[in-house]
C-alpha cells in the first residue's frame, strides 16, 4: 500500500536523460539515434502513465471525502471534517488504513 511516486520520478529522469546524451553525443550515429529514440519515448510515456495513476489513487480518497461530505451531510467538507462525527469517522478510517497497512508490511 506504498504509493510512492519518486521512484517513479527518478526512473523518468534517468530515461530523459539518457536520451538527452543520446541526442547530444557526436559519436553515436544518426541511424542508432533512429533506433532507440522510439524506445527512450515508449519508456518515458509508459512511466509518466503510471505516475499519473499514482497520483490518481492517492488524491481519490480526498476527492471521494470531498464530494461524499456534500452529498451525505450537506455541508462543506472543512465544517464536516472538525465536527466530532468528522474526527470520528478520520480516526475509524486512519484505524481502519494503520491495521491494513501493517498487515500488509508484514507479508
Do not use: C
Not at 64 to 93: E, K
Request: hydrophobic letters at 55%; zero cysteines.
Amino acid at each position: 500500500m506504498k504509493l510512492d511516486p519518486l521512484p517513479q520520478i527518478r526512473r523518468i529522469a534517468y530515461v530523459y536523460l539518457r536520451a538527452v546524451h543520446v541526442l547530444r553525443s557526436k559519436r553515436i550515429s544518426d541511424h542508432w539515434k533512429e533506433k532507440v529514440l522510439p524506445a527512450y519515448a515508449v519508456s518515458i510515456l509508459r512511466g509518466s502513465i503510471v505516475l499519473f495513476f499514482i497520483i490518481v489513487v492517492v488524491m481519490f480518497p480526498f476527492l471521494l471525502a470531498v464530494v461524499g461530505t456534500r452529498t451525505f451531510t450537506h455541508m462543506n467538507f472543512y465544517s464536516f471534517i472538525t465536527s466530532f462525527w468528522g474526527v470520528l469517522l478520520s480516526v475509524i478510517f486512519g484505524l481502519i488504513y494503520s491495521s491494513v497497512r501493517v498487515r500488509h508490511v508484514r507479508k
